[in-house]
């Protein structure tokens, strides 16, 4: 059974950091793409940021040098680190991986950034 549990949300003031776990079990991990998404009220769920298995990664634009995704293989674990947080980052922020050509999300953890 695929398992992806986020953690790490909260409530933040603008500026401030976070970070974002997701653990997962069910899936060979160390050979899995990884990504997180968000998705705000009203709006569509859109990809963040990904990690392939050897490590390279991409980013939204809006979130460049302010976000880093990382993983830990022994941990079967992603993370997002999250930097100078702005209103705009304001989301429900979702894992997701592909195992065997189905897509698996996580529960979402939200992620709200105050003024």
Known sequence: QVQLVESGGGL???????????????????????????????KQRDLVAAISNDGSTNYADSVKGRFTISRDN?????YLQMNSLKLEDTADYYCQTTWRSLNYWGQGTQVTVSS
């Open 74 to 78: 022994a941990k079967n674990t992603v």
């Open 12 to 42: 933040v003031q603008a500026g401030g950091s976070l970070r974002l776990s997701c653990r997962t079990s069910g899936i060979a991990f160390s050979i899995s793409r990884m990504g997180w998404y968000r998705q705000a009220p009203g």
